[in-house]
């Protein structure tokens, strides 16, 4: 009897969820059923404390809130880089560099400036983690050395490094950016 309702009434309960899944093999031993079936990955996260869900609940914050101006400075380096490879003359491209920094200045500018400086700095490492370039190399590759030690000194005035690389084998910080960024694309939160 118990075999009967299990068995007319699995099949709404395997349709009734989310995603469905494809039941493989079905054992019966004694009196319980085993079922194999490949089903969807869950992590489950774990925090020591109060203080560390608190800390990546901020972080997760800040890292969606920064993420898409990493991904427009993705796009932005690569369609700069295809420009300037098609620009013959270095006075040409100088003078691209310089519209293509009066865009950012009057557009991204005022956003920019809002950012705290953990953003910032969560910035930097997800502009890296997007070209897998160092912030600092970008600024010294298209303004050149004296603009990027520039830039590195004031960055290191708001306790920033221009020259950090995003690494999430190994700084527990990126690890969770990572995770952030996995789970958001899962979940469709960002593209």
Not at 50 to 59: G, I, P, S
């Amino acid at each position: 009897m118990k075999m009967l309702v299990f068995i007319l009434f699995f099949p709404l309960l395997a349709l009734s969820q989310k995603d469905t899944f494809l039941i493989m093999e079905m054992y019966y031993k004694d009196k319980d059923t085993l079922i194999l079936a490949d089903i969807e990955e869950i992590e489950i996260l774990h925090f020591r404390n109060r203080e560390d869900e608190r800390y990546f609940r901020r972080l997760q914050y800040k890292t969606l809130k920064v993420y898409p101006y990493a991904k427009l400075a993705a796009q932005q380096l690569d369609s700069i880089q295809t420009q300037l490879e098609l620009i013959p003359k270095k006075r040409k491209r100088k003078a691209y560099v310089k519209a293509t920094e009066q865009w950012i200045k009057e557009d991204l500018a005022p956003e920019l400036k809002k950012l705290s400086r953990w953003e910032g700095r969560i910035l930097s490492k997800l502009i890296y983690r997007e070209t897998n370039i160092s912030t600092y190399q970008i600024v010294k590759d298209l303004k050149g050395g004296f603009y990027a030690f520039f830039w590195q000194g004031m960055a290191k005035l708001y306790d920033n490094n221009l020259k950090t690389p995003y690494q999430p084998q190994s700084v527990e910080e990126d690890k969770w950016i990572e995770y952030i960024i996995v789970d958001a694309n899962k979940k469709g939160i960002i593209k």
